[in-house]
């Protein structure tokens, strides 16, 4: 079979839609399925990582106009009549079977206009503010269900709700036993920082700032992580001189579940790496960064899966009280098994087989 995405990033909206259909495509050619990437020329693109990662893309430049309609309309680069002209014919002239749409600016009327005859449907959502014309609908936050998007979709599409289908990559489900093991007898010394791929902001320094006069063990260590497109590395390592605790600052990694597995607790950005941490019962003091992540943040806080930090205040006094607390052992793990329940890992073959795509 063969199966097009169209999927962008960029500095202002992250890396995570392209991460997760990378993992996808991943999955899709373990079973010999052929995939292709349409991916717009965005500042912080991942088109170079696609294409190391061996698949096909074609690159779209910046459009002329934008649409005004879409909450997300100025993240497409170009309207949505322009998009689909781009689109349209190259894919009617490679004949996907299917067309995965993960994009916050494009909607049904895209759908309609670029899907090839013959080829079904994929979008993957996480905001249910629009309609779609599609076959299936993947959206893999918590507290997500089918009727959220009973008024978007046209019958008898089927819908994908819950971290229960999270586009997690394998190795996350492999480390998770051992990550839980180790667990039960963890201490807060190993601390994670990763807020998103990108992190336009600097959230990251400012939280390395806040830490600087926390009173914490000796023991305490650090571990910064930063997308490959960060903008603010030069930044946070000059931040990182002035801690008195060893802190080791990794840009572009390629074993992320690893660290995470070896992390005490995250400080973390909700999103998708929610769905990784939970899998291998990482805590998370978790920041939202974005308003699309207010749902799944506010909802991983309540069922106890993490506690969340608020940017808009003291993060020096926030911090302190939260990693007091979770320097108690009991604490610790009680969040680790909340976060725990919420995913096994194995969205991405629960996926493959709703698409049928796992034994052609």
């Given amino acids: 079979m063969k199966i097009a995405f169209r999927v962008d990033a960029s500095l202002q909206m992250g890396t995570g839609h392209v991460m997760r259909c990378l993992t996808l495509a991943r999955a899709l050619r ?8 349409v991916s717009r020329e965005h500042p912080g693109n991942l088109l170079k990582l696609i294409s190391e990662e061996g698949f096909a893309v074609h690159a779209l430049p910046f459009g002329d106009e934008l649409d005004r309609e879409l909450a997300h309309a100025r993240w497409l680069g170009a309207s949505q009549a322009e ?10 002239s490679w004949c996907p079977d299917w067309l995965v749409v993960d994009h916050y600016a494009l909607d049904h009327r895209w759908e309609v206009n670029v899907r090839p005859a013959g080829c079904r449907v994929l979008v993957i959502d996480d905001l249910a503010d629009r309609q779609h014309s599609c076959d299936v609908l993947l959206d893999q936050n918590l507290g997500r ?3 959220d998007y009973q008024d978007l979709l046209p019958l008898g599409c089927a819908v994908l709700a819950g971290p229960h289908y999270a586009l997690l990559r394998p190795e996350f489900a492999e480390l998770r036993h051992d990550s839980m093991i180790r667990r039960r007898s963890s201490r807060l010394e190993n601390i994670l920082i990763s807020l998103g791929g990108v992190d336009q902001s600097n959230h990251t320094g400012l939280i390395l700032d806040a830490l600087k006069n926390l009173e914490l063990p000796v023991c305490t260590r650090f571990t910064v992580v930063l997308g490959r497109t960060s903008p603010n590395l030069q930044a ?13 600052v990794l840009c572009g990694i390629d074993n992320m579940a690893q660290r995470m597995a070896d992390a005490d607790l995250a400080i973390g950005a909700a999103g998708g790496s929610s769905w990784e941490r939970c899998c291998l019962g990482l805590p998370t003091l978790l920041v939202i960064l974005a308003e699309n992540q207010k749902d799944g943040g506010f909802a991983l806080a309540e069922v106890g899966a993490a506690l969340l930090i ?6 020096r006094c926030q911090l302190q009280t939260a990693l007091v607390m979770m320097n108690e052992p009991q604490a610790l793990q009680k969040v680790s098994t909340a976060a725990n329940q919420i995913t096994d890992g ?13 034994d052609e």
């Fill in 30 to 37: 373990e079973h010999r399925h052929h995939c292709l990437f």
């Fill in 83 to 92: 998009d689909a002209l781009a689109c349209k014919e190259l894919l009617a």
């Fill in 145 to 147: 269900s089918h009727s």
């Fill in 236 to 248: 946070v390592l000059e931040t990182v001189n002035g801690l008195p605790w060893p802190v080791e």
């Fill in 310 to 315: 608020d940017t808009s205040a003291s993060l």
């Fill in 346 to 358: 194995l969205g991405c073959a629960r996926l493959l087989e709703a698409m049928r795509c796992g």
